[in-house]
């Protein structure tokens, strides 16, 4: 279904609404210098949204219907964001666009202390272009339009013999925008999306907020904390809240792309998969880290 008509209207909202961002509503500002393919985000990594564009890999038990299950899961994701271009600005504001791209995929373990079945359960794309923005050293802007979709594995649909059509709800268009704070070690943010376009129809609005505490380790500069949680609210779940939270330790300077290690949690609708009206809860390891 189509929440506006027409494949035109999708880019052309994505142009008005990252003109809305611009560094055009400061009239003051002129480019003055260009940079080609940089280093590095001028909009932060959110370590916590599992929908990030980034490269990971987790292993997680599984609790659903009431009770630990004899599963386990193994999500990898495999995802960068890359700028094209960066433009300074006189009064030291920043801006760039560039790309995201990643692959979630998921391998479901049964009985894994017995008969150890492994299935390549889902995978999901994503896709899409990104404005972001710094306007001082606490506040910076993210807008993005990105193309999503989900789709069993092949092991999954063989072994348990799916042989009809699925509604896949989970292919979409999506617009969205990202405000986050700094302060210090301290990191707050809040995301409105909206889905401008689906295959099948799907209610539209996602919300979505959360924060990191990441501070150094005394006499260590390539170490430090990381706490942290997000929330994410989906329309097509009643909105009810999908927290994703956990603690490590982020190995690496922060211009060397550091690893994060962290222990975390996280329970709501299932992600990364056609089946993401099944409630489900994970705890385990995981282990993240950006390629640019």
């Known amino acids: 279904m189509a929440y506006f008509s027409g494949y035109m209207v999708r880019p052309l909202l994505f142009i008005l609404l990252l003109t809305a961002f611009s560094p055009a509503v400061f009239p003051q500002e002129k480019p003055r210098k260009a940079d080609w393919l940089p280093s590095g985000n001028l909009f932060p990594s959110l370590r916590f949204d599992l929908h990030e564009a980034q490269t990971s890999g987790a292993l997680y038990a599984f609790w659903a219907d009431g009770d630990w299950q004899d599963q386990s899961f ?104 990202t405000a986050a704070w700094r302060k210090g ?27 990191q505490w990441n501070p150094g380790m005394k006499n ?37 792309h550091p690893i994060t290690i962290m222990a975390d949690y996280y329970y709501g609708w299932l992600p990364y998969s056609l089946y993401d009206k099944v409630l489900v809860q994970w705890i385990g390891a995981s282990m993240y880290f950006d390629l640019f």
């Open 220 to 256: 260590k500069k390539w170490v430090s904390w990381l706490i942290g949680l997000d929330a994410r609210f989906e329309q097509q779940g009643g909105f009810r809240p999908c927290i994703h939270t956990g603690a490590g330790v982020v190995l690496g300077k922060p211009q060397n």
């Open 185 to 211: 070690p301290w990191m707050a943010y809040g995301n409105a999306g909206c889905i401008v376009h689906s295959t099948y129809e799907r209610s539209p609005l996602v919300l979505e907020a959360g924060g």
């Open 74 to 177: 193994a999500n990898f994701s495999a995802g960068f964001r890359r700028n094209l271009v960066r433009l300074q600005h006189r009064d030291g504001m920043q801006s760039e666009f560039g790309m995201e791209l990643c692959v979630f995929t998921q391998f479901l373990f049964e009985e894994p202390f017995k008969t150890f079945v492994v299935n390549f359960f889902d995978v999901e794309f994503k896709v899409g272009a990104t404005y972001q923005y710094r306007l001082n050293d606490r506040w910076s802007f993210r807008a993005r339009f990105y193309h999503l979709s989900a789709h069993l594995g092949d092991d999954y649909i063989f072994r348990y013999q799916i042989d009809s059509f699925m509604n896949n709800r989970r292919i979409y268009e999506m617009l969205d925008f």
